[in-house]
């Protein structure tokens, strides 16, 4: 089992590192081919404008929304938040739309570029996670079939998940944080080896993938 770190721009180093600490092979995502055989992505943090702009180019979109599609886990971790949302408050054009929920970039304003603090997210275990933020982003609307995996005190949103697909504002790859990654893992081994007994609709094969680009 492989997890795709998609490699274009921002923290990726970060995140392949964290993985392969962890013993899970780890591969670069630069092109649609490194897709082949991976079963799990992660997004990185960085710049979602320039994510938005390589991704087009290097025609990664179909591929990485096909994935989504076939129901291969994917993780974005703030810019990598920005480009899975559906909706990005403002009015850019999403990237892959991918989880229904509104973003809002660079959502800590001037004051509070960057901070960490200590995040319950019940969902990965009882001691909370060391969530370090980086210009990071909130979730300003969150869509019924959407799960709210975590929020700062005054509720703002900071982590969700809708199905395959997880997306948290801050950076556990900076602060050695495994247990999301672990999560990603276990759900990318379920959709590489369904368990016997679960028919294939569980995780339906995509079409064979189109790679021309939509953008
Ligand atoms: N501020 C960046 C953006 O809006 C995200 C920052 C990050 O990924 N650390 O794209």
């Known amino acids: 089992m492989k997890i795709g770190v998609l490699a274009l721009h921002g923290a990726f180093i970060e995140h392949i590192g964290l993985l392969e600490s962890m013993g899970i092979e780890a591969v670069r995502v630069r092109l ?11 997004i990185p943090g960085g710049e979602s404008t320039t994510m938005r702009k390589l991704t087009a180019r290097w025609g990664m979109r179909r591929p990485i929304l096909d994935l989504a599609a076939k129901g291969a886990p994917i993780l974005g971790t703030c810019a990598g938040m920005i480009v899975v949302a559906r909706e990005i408050a403002g009015g850019e054009e999403p990237v892959f739309p991918l989880i229904d929920v509104t973003v809002r970039r660079n959502a800590f304003g001037r004051q ?86 679960i028919v294939s609709s569980e995780h339906p094969r995509a079409l064979p993938a189109d790679r021309g680009e939509a953008m």
């Open 32 to 42: 649609p081919e490194d897709l082949d055989g991976v079963s799990g992505l992660i």
């Open 112 to 197: 509070l570029d960057s901070f960490e603090t200590e995040l319950p997210i019940p969902a990965i275990g009882d001691r909370p996670v060391h969530a370090i933020f980086i210009r990071a982003p909130i979730i300003e609307r969150v869509g019924p079939d959407v799960e709210v995996l975590a929020a700062l005190p005054d509720g703002r949103v900071v982590a969700v998940r809708q199905r395959n697909v997880i997306a948290i504002s801050f950076h556990p790859e900076l602060a050695g944080e495994t247990r999301i990654h672990r999560l990603i893992a276990t759900m990318a081994t379920e959709y590489a080896e369904p368990r016997e007994g």
